[in-house]
């Protein structure tokens, strides 16, 4: 079975200055990943996907998360905050371990943004 | 086009009473999950159909919840002798094939049971 751990429940950064999120996830098989946005009172949105091509995928918004095998993370990362950034990000992780892939939702990062 | 739509938006309960939340996928998606989030936490898994059937229902949390997709489109779920711990948003999603395509969420219903 998978599981994905994300690292920080909350992180505040200053406008303009660089995000970091991380996730780590375990899987027994190649593994699927996943990072959605969810702003308040707002359905979740996907961020962007890795599926096994390009280890660094990039997303909308400015975005965008490396795959790292040997350290089992996928840290979403965007080199210059914006408030509209703020909200809550979820990593998620898939595998064939079910028929179809049960997705597995981490906790969640709070992302505050500061004027 | 049309995304995952989920009716009622929100829905208020008493303790001990039936509902029923319905989830109309997007055209075309064969898998549809359905996730419940409370408060602060991630969505948590309770069922996926791939078709009419369901494929893993292992995430449902005991017998009062059931959820059905009669014709491999509109999924219902139900939940029975509802408790005030049912309370929170329940989150309907569909995809296509392959099993590496990402998840189509819709807005939730936010279930109170007071």
């Known amino acids: 079975a998978q599981s994905v751990t994300q690292l920080d429940s909350h992180v505040s950064v200053s406008e303009g200055t660089p995000v970091l999120l991380r996730c780590n996830y375990s899987s027994s098989y190649s593994p699927s990943l996943f990072w959605y946005v969810q702003h308040p009172n707002k359905g979740l949105q996907l961020l962007l996907k890795y599926t096994s091509a390009a280890t660094l995928v990039k997303g909308i918004n400015g975005f965008e998360a490396e795959f790292k095998k040997s350290e089992t993370s996928f840290h979403l990362t965007k080199p210059s905050a914006h408030m509209s950034d703020a909200a809550e990000y979820f990593c998620v992780v898939s595998d064939r371990s079910d028929s179809w892939g049960k997705l597995q939702f981490g906790a969640g990062t709070q992302v505050v943004v500061t004027p | 086009g049309a995304g995952v739509s989920q009716t009622p938006s929100n829905k208020v309960t008493e303790k001990g009473k039936y509902v029923e939340l319905r989830c109309d996928p997007i055209?075309?998606?064969?898998?549809l999950y359905w996730y419940r989030q409370s408060l602060g936490q991630g969505p948590e898994f309770l069922i996926y159909?791939?078709?009419?059937?369901?494929?893993?229902d292992s995430g449902l949390p005991n017998d009062r919840f059931f959820a059905v997709r009669p014709e491999g489109s509109v999924s219902t779920l139900k939940i029975q002798r509802t408790e005030r711990g049912d309370s929170a948003v329940y989150l309907c999603?569909?995809?296509?094939?392959?099993?590496?395509?990402?998840?189509?969420f819709g807005n939730g219903t936010r279930l109170t049971v007071t």
């Open positions: 055209s075309g998606h064969t898998a």
């Open positions: 159909f791939q078709g009419t059937g369901a494929a893993d």
């Open positions: 999603a569909s995809r296509t094939e392959p099993y590496n395509s990402p998840l189509h």
